[in-house]
Structure formats: structure tokens, C-alpha cells
């Protein structure tokens, strides 16, 4: 079946620094990979995705780059903010399910 | 306003005594979900629905009952809880095409099974 793995696990960096969380996947038949945002006693909440079609794809600081060869793809921020301080999880369908990855604590120190 | 609602939000139970969290949601979405958030494990999805009358599978379906009677409705049930069921769970819905959609979840419950 499917397999997300999500690393680092935990990413300290200073506020204007950028971050980067690489997820790899198993199954080629993938094509479609959201990146979710949980804030500290939030719900998870979708802030970018990518479909298979693309290999890159911004959102004003937010970037997803995908690599479908190398079965990676992976969250940029740039000039990171205190705002930015959360847990991301990566995803990756296998036919009807979603697997995600095991998440990021990103920490953005002012 | 568009939201996926889940009660309760949090419940302490005694092993075995049944209990269900409800999960409705308002956009006629016709994928729903849930997931069971652990630390350092992510979010593991546990029975998935594409439509109503049609449930599937997650990747930790073991001690759980889902149903999909309506659109809007998708309750979890546990019939006998045990410890290891202690929890964070969410609910989440999506357009047609489910896995592949924007999943939107809601507020979670947490659940103590003592």
C-alpha cells in the first residue's frame, strides 16, 4: 500500500529564514498532494496542493515543488513569520483512502 | 455557514461502555472520513464513505464502526472502547473524488477511554 514519509520531524528556524519539508511516497499511481497546516489546538486546513499535471506550484510565500520521478515532493516558505509556527502534514491518495505523512513542528523563533 | 460539525468535543469513558461521535456536514459533500490523530504518528484515516450506503476501509479500522445512512451524516461508533483508543479524532468531507479533493475537517474530539 501506500507509504508517506515526512521529514524533518521537528524544524527550528529564525524569523525571515526559509523552511523546507520533504515527503516521499511509494505508490506512482499518486496524483494529487495537499499540504495541510495545524495550528496548536486547530483543525487541519488544507494551504496548498499540487496535482501530477505540474511540477511546481506558488502561493505568495508558499511554494510545493514535485518531483514524480524521484517520488518526492516538498514545502518551501520563505521569509517565515511567528504565524508560520505549526505542524504540516504532507498527503498522498491510494485510491480512495489519503495517507498522510507523520507531520513537521516547524518553529519560527522571532 | 459551510463546516463539517463533530460532537462531542471531548468525552472521558470506562472501557467498553459503547459510545458514538456524530460527524454532519453542510456542503453535500459526498466524501467523508475519519482519522485518529497520535503524536508522532500523523493523521491515520479509519473508514472513508465515497457516497451514502458505501463505507470503506482506512489504514486502522480495528475496534470501529462507521455508517452513511444520509449524505450529511457520518458517525463513528465504538462498541467496546479500549485504552489504546485514546485519542484525537477528526471528521472530514470533500467533493466526488474524495482522496483527491481538499479535505475539509472539523473541530476534532478528544477521547479519554479510562
Known amino acids: 500500500g501506500e507509504n508517506v514519509e515526512q521529514h524533518p520531524s521537528t524544524l527550528s528556524v529564525q524569523e525571515g529564514d526559509s523552511a523546507v519539508i520533504k515527503c516521499t511516497y511509494s505508490?506512482?499511481?499518486?496524483?494529487?498532494f495537499p499540504w495541510y497546516k495545524q495550528e496548536l489546538g486547530k483543525r487541519p486546513q488544507l494551504i496548498i496542493d499540487?496535482?501530477?499535471?505540474?511540477g511546481e506550484k506558488k502561493d505568495q510565500r508558499i511554494a510545493v515543488t514535485l518531483n514524480k520521478t524521484a517520488k518526492h515532493f516538498s514545502l518551501h516558505i520563505t521569509e517565515t513569520q511567528p504565524e508560520d509556527s505549526a505542524v504540516y502534514f504532507c498527503?498522498?491518495?491510494?485510491?480512495?483512502?489519503?495517507?498522510f505523512g507523520q507531520g513537521t513542528e516547524l518553529s519560527v523563533k522571532p | 455557514e459551510a463546516q463539517v460539525t463533530q460532537n462531542p468535543r471531548y468525552l472521558i469513558t470506562v472501557t467498553g461502555k459503547k459510545l458514538t461521535v456524530t460527524c454532519s456536514q453542510n456542503?453535500?459533500?459526498?466524501?467523508m472520513s475519519w482519522y485518529r490523530q497520535d503524536p508522532g504518528l500523523g493523521l491515520r484515516q479509519i473508514y472513508y464513505?465515497?457516497?451514502?450506503?458505501?463505507?470503506d476501509k482506512g489504514d486502522v479500522p480495528e475496534g470501529y464502526k462507521v455508517s452513511r445512512k444520509e449524505k450529511r451524516n457520518f458517525p463513528l461508533i465504538l462498541e467496546s472502547p479500549s485504552p489504546n483508543q485514546t485519542s484525537l479524532y477528526f471528521c472530514?468531507?470533500?467533493?466526488?473524488?474524495?482522496?483527491?479533493?481538499?479535505?475539509?475537517f472539523g473541530a476534532g474530539t478528544r477521547l479519554s477511554v479510562l
Open positions: 472530514a468531507s470533500s467533493l466526488a473524488g474524495g482522496a483527491k479533493n481538499i479535505q475539509y
Open positions: 505508490d506512482s499511481a499518486s496524483n494529487y
Open positions: 499540487i496535482r501530477s499535471n505540474v
Open positions: 498527503a498522498a491518495p491510494q485510491a480512495g483512502k489519503l495517507i
Open positions: 456542503m453535500n459533500h459526498e466524501y
Open positions: 464513505s465515497m457516497n451514502v450506503e458505501v463505507t
